[in-house]
């Protein structure tokens, strides 16, 4: 079992191959926005690695980040937990004006994963 750290919210047992967005949200407890319901289109589910990232990329991550010109993020509903990560969660429902975290990001990648080597 993948153990997931949030700084400043603790360490967790995640099912193996959960989404990250929702082992953020469900295990972690911590109020992430997935503004896009988790299909590599807002970018609102990034976040920052400490430790543990991932050297596969799916092809919908990496076309959004560069459409965003966004480096040094990863978007956590493009990514499963398949090994311990520790990752610090930028992009939070407190303080972002939303009214709620977005649509609830089905148990799969959305759209269907198509993985490369990170560039
Ligand atoms: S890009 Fe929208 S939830 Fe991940």
């Known amino acids: 079992m993948p153990k997931l750290t949030v700084e400043g919210y603790g360490t967790f047992d995640v ?23 988790g299909n590599a289109r807002c ?4 976040v920052e690695f400490i430790e543990g990232e991932p050297a596969t990329q799916t092809v ?3 076309e959004r980040l560069a459409a965003r ?16 990560m520790t990752v610090r969660a930028i992009s939070r ?9 977005g ?6 990648i959305t759209p269907p994963a198509e993985w490369i080597q990170r560039s």
Do not use: F, W, Y
């Not at 429902?93 to 975290?101: F, Q, T, V, Y």
């Open 15 to 37: 099912a193996n191959d959960k989404r990250l967005v929702l082992a953020i949200e469900q295990d972690a407890g911590v109020d992430i926005l997935h503004a896009c319901g």
């Open 43 to 46: 970018t609102t589910c990034r």
């Open 60 to 62: 919908a991550e990496q």
């Open 69 to 84: 010109n966004l480096t040094g993020v990863r978007l956590s509903c493009q990514i499963l937990c398949d090994h311990d």
């Open 93 to 101: 429902l407190e303080g972002s004006g939303r009214p709620d975290p």
């Open 103 to 108: 649509g609830q990001p089905l148990e799969i």
